[in-house]
């Protein structure tokens, strides 16, 4: 007898052993030992038996029971049972009952013994899986110190005392070698469930690793005074952070530099001497372009709000510095402001205005049929386009020098009868291209649209209303900080991606897809979901 209570004990001890070891409770290493032994016990009395185990948590007791379902007629006598013989162990039986038989103790052989184990290894590790999880799915966004468990294919295993979390290669930063034993501090990017292997990932290269260990270094940011806003990394290389200050008298620079830098130095050191440019940050875009740029200087900035565009001219001089080597600062620039930012120098913005300049007078010379000198003084007064004649205030023409009434009206008169030609040949263009007219009277649908509409196989109501914004204005795809373009069936002199929208909406109630009070409803909502991607 002493033996088999030396075997109870023994059992909850391993449970408690186990349970302190892998950090879970106690009562699911006693569950898992429980299924282990019911399944060792299938395999002695016949897989189809419904062997039941149970582990009296205070004295180890181990009880084995068969459940038999009362039935009419006994198919299976393994786990079925007759109403009548249910009865006479328990008169009150009742089909649909369950009953439990007390199994005899077992003798386990060898290859039992070795199933058990394995069946109580997988629910232990399930479990600890499980509490892992759990413990870090709220932790995102942390930084975590850990010590290097080993290291497999590049990437590096560490041990953060309650979990195992790996750092990818591509998350490390370059050049960066890591030993067993070595302590290595990283930012928590993500934690999921996975059957195998590690489920949480750390990062050394993410942009927000940066910032959180500004915030540990920086008492400012801590505290909230100062606000880290935007980050932009090439890791291990140069990285650009844009703060501001939310008290006038704190300099948000000079708190992350710190005395002497030693402050900008403790990240620097961390990040294996990756340079670090510390940029005030502006609620104006053009103002935050300028500084992000640093160290080289901007002679002037011209927006394109629609496209989330930029163009930066600077001078001659200073045009390699604001590239930087192979294009790293403009990059970085872009990224940490969200806008793409186009780079000239002062010389290849002359030649473009010139250009244009010229464009404009031949545009002007051949649709008016007006002389050189005329052309370019249109093109001086700041009109872009014959549109830009016809519509324009007669006033405004007459009160340009050498310019009398008669003059300005045969111009606008020019202007027009231009236009009107032009429009009859895109109607015909149109009609060649088996466009309907019905197209033509959706709302801010023109005639070069039509043509363009024709051409890219969109010819009825119903087409234009089944397009996405992105097939009409684009879209732009930012991957490893390259900025690809795919352009749209119109481009952006035609329509922004607002006009791209309001023309498929426009064109979805026309053809009975939503109704007056939805299209209402939607324009409504649109200003609050202005991120849409430029």
């Known amino acids: 007898m002493a033996a088999v209570s030396a075997n109870k004990l023994e059992l909850l001890q391993i449970a408690d052993a186990v349970a302190r070891e892998k950090s879970i409770d106690r009562s699911i290493v006693i569950t898992a030992m429980e299924d282990a032994i019911a399944k060792a016990a299938r395999a002695r009395y016949g897989s189809e038996t419904d062997v039941h185990a149970e582990i009296h948590p205070k ?47 077992l003798e386990y052989g ?29 932790r995102i966004g942390e930084i975590v110190n850990g010590i290097v468990k080993r290291v497999e294919y590049g990437s590096v295993i560490v041990d953060l005392g309650r979990g195992e979390a790996i750092i990818r290669r591509d998350e490390m930063l370059p050049r960066e070698l890591f030993r067993n ?41 801590y505290d909230g005074i100062v606000e880290i806003k935007a980050v932009a990394r090439d890791p291990g290389s140069r990285a650009k952070i844009g703060v501001t200050s939310r008290d006038s008298s704190v300099d948000p620079v000079g708190a992350c530099v710190g005395m002497r830098g030693s402050r900008v130095q403790a990240v620097v050191n961390e990040l294996q001497g990756e340079k670090i440019d510390i940029i005030p940050w502006s609620p104006d875009i053009a103002t935050f372009v300028v500084n992000a740029l640093a160290p080289a200087e901007v002679a002037k900035v011209v927006i394109d709000e629609d496209r989330e565009r930029i163009e930066v001219v600077v001078p001659d001089t200073q045009l390699s510095l604001a590239i930087g080597r192979r294009g790293q600062n403009v990059r970085l620039a872009s990224q940490l402001t969200g806008w793409d930012i186009d780079i000239l120098t002062e010389q290849e913005e002359s030649e473009r205005r010139q250009a244009d300049f010229e464009n404009a007078t031949r545009v002007f010379m051949e649709a008016l049929n007006v002389d050189e000198v005329v052309g370019q003084l249109l093109a001086s007064e700041g009109f872009g ?17 050498g310019f009398d009434e008669e003059t300005a009206n045969e111009l606008q ?3 027009r009868e231009y236009l009107e030609q032009l429009e009859s040949e895109l109607d015909a263009r ?9 197209l033509a009277e959706v709302p801010g649908v023109t005639s070069k649209m039509l043509v363009k509409f024709g051409e890219n196989d969109i010819k009825t109501v119903e087409d234009l ?31 922004s991606r607002e006009d791209a929208e309001a023309l498929i ?12 009070a939805e299209l209402a409803k939607i324009t409504e909502e649109a200003p609050a979901s202005e991120d849409h991607p430029a």
């Open 465 to 495: 209303a089944g397009c996405a914004t992105d097939d009409l204005a684009g879209w732009v795809e930012r991957k490893d900080g390259e900025t690809t373009k795919h352009p749209g069936i119109l481009d952006a002199s035609e329509a």
């Open 181 to 221: 034993g070595d302590r290595v501090r990283s930012y928590i990017f993500d934690v999921r469930r996975e059957t195998r292997g590690p489920q949480i990932f750390l990062s050394r290269t993410h942009p927000q690793f940066m910032a959180k260990l500004f915030a540990q270094e920086v008492p400012e940011i």
């Open 505 to 516: 909406m426009q064109a979805r109630l026309k053809a009975g897809w939503i109704t007056e």
């Open 413 to 415: 008169s020019r202007a």
């Open 385 to 401: 386009s014959v549109e830009d004649l016809a519509l324009v205030d007669l006033r405004e023409l007459t009160s340009i020098e």
């Open 430 to 438: 149109r009609k060649e291209l088996g466009v309907e007219d019905a």
């Open 110 to 138: 060898r290859i039992a013994a070795q199933s058990a184990k394995q069946v109580i290894v997988q629910k232990v590790r399930e479990a600890e899986r499980d509490r892992q999880y759990q413990e870090f799915k709220d």
């Open 59 to 105: 004295t180890g007791q181990l009880q084995l029971t068969r459940h038999m379902l009362v039935v009419e007629q006994v198919e299976n006598t393994s786990n079925q049972i007759s109403l009548m013989d249910a009865q006479k162990a328990n008169p009150g039986a009742q089909i649909g009952d369950t009953i439990a038989d007390t199994l005899p103790p």
